[in-house]
């Protein structure tokens, strides 16, 4: 899980730290109008979706609470940063 996550930010964020899915059929949405495209395989990565900000907030919070857990203090704070930031910002 924490591969996982460590990829989407390293792949799925822009410069500023928003999420973005790389295209409609990432994201589950395929071909969906709020992608402004017919086109399922169109690039996509200028659009911040909330509930993709959302979906990675609670992911950073949950692995949080499995750091705690597995008693790795360092990755609990940096998860929980994370989710802090993206609820911030969202």
């Not at 979906?55 to 609990?76: G, K, R, T």
Request: net charge negative; hydrophobic share 40%.
């Amino acid at each position: 899980l924490k591969s996982f996550l460590n990829w989407w930010r390293q792949y799925r964020t822009d410069q500023d730290g928003w999420f973005h899915c790389a295209c409609s059929y990432e994201s589950g949405e395929d071909c969906s109008e709020r992608f402004n495209s017919t086109d399922c395989s169109a690039i996509a990565d200028h659009i911040r979706l909330v509930d993709v900000q959302a979906a990675m907030s609670h992911a950073f919070a949950v692995m949080s609470q499995f750091a705690a857990i597995l008693a790795l203090p360092q990755d609990q704070t940096q998860f929980i940063q994370w989710s802090n930031q993206l609820k911030e910002r969202t």
